[in-house]
């Protein structure tokens, strides 16, 4: 299911486009409806997979996992896997201000599936959500994840979190809290750098075009997603004009 080569996924391959599963699911809204705390956090849950092998993973599990297992047998996928963008627990659950949350230490009890994750975060991770080494496949930049025939390329994107990365999987770019499509994640918590978001937003994340959708990893906007392109143009976190400007702006 894994693969280290590098791979440019720049735009859909012709043929993988109509294989593939793609399901953008609003804490609060599409599940986990009676929990308060799904609702007030708008996190977005991902399900990626092939349609003709059946197989998916999930992005930032958390909250009712199992209603997120429910969800993809009812399409009729199986989960075989977890990708988390970061540690935090309204991503991959643990402890919220005194909230314990569902997430990924939950997800792989039910099913025997391995939490991607960028090796910088495996501290993090295992601290937040008592995930074990064993539950952990940990991974490089540029690393891809295969799921059938589709292949989700990880990018590393340090800055919210030291080992925060996103998914570019046929054109569409899962961002976690690196970008949303106004405003970027914080610095100010553990494990945040603003010299290291600056540069995953305008080095890490350059080789990514225009046409790609950006998928958030919150609902801090009307809309769910939109080109990137859009967002580069009308988001205020790329309006310095460089390094020394936006540390100025977002480094406080």
């Not at 399409?75 to 988390?84: E, N, P, S, V, Y």
Request: charged residues 20%; hydrophobic residues 40%; negative net charge.
């Amino acid at each position: 299911m894994c693969s280290s080569d590098l791979m440019d996924r720049h735009v859909p391959t012709p043929g993988l486009e109509d294989r593939l599963y793609f399901r953008q699911l609003l804490a609060g809204r599409d599940f986990a409806r009676s929990d308060q705390i799904a609702a007030q956090m708008v996190n977005f849950v991902y399900l990626i997979g092939d349609r003709t092998t059946r197989e998916c993973v999930v992005v930032d599990p958390a909250y009712a996992v199992q209603e997120l297992v429910d969800l993809a047998t009812g399409d009729g996928m199986k989960i075989t896997g977890a990708l988390a963008t970061h540690y935090h627990p309204d991503h991959i659950g643990g402890d919220l201000f005194g909230h314990d949350l569902q997430g990924a230490k939950e997800l792989l009890g039910l099913l025997p599936v391995k939490l991607h994750i960028q090796k910088p975060e495996a501290l993090w991770v295992k601290r937040i959500t008592g995930c074990s080494d064993s539950d952990l496949a940990l991974h490089e930049s540029g690393d891809v994840v295969q799921v059938g025939a589709i292949p989700i390329q990880l990018i590393h994107t340090p800055g919210h979190t030291p080992g925060s990365q996103c998914f570019l999987v046929e054109n569409r770019l899962i961002a976690g809290d690196t970008l949303f499509l106004q405003g970027c994640g914080r610095t100010d918590l553990p494990g945040g750098d603003p010299r290291q978001l600056y540069l995953s937003l305008t080095q890490k994340l350059a080789k990514v075009p225009d046409s790609a959708t950006l998928f958030p990893g919150h609902l801090y906007d009307p809309r769910a997603s939109a080109p990137l392109g859009d967002t580069r143009r009308s988001n205020f976190v790329f309006k310095p004009k460089n390094e020394a400007e936006w540390l100025a702006m977002f480094a406080q």
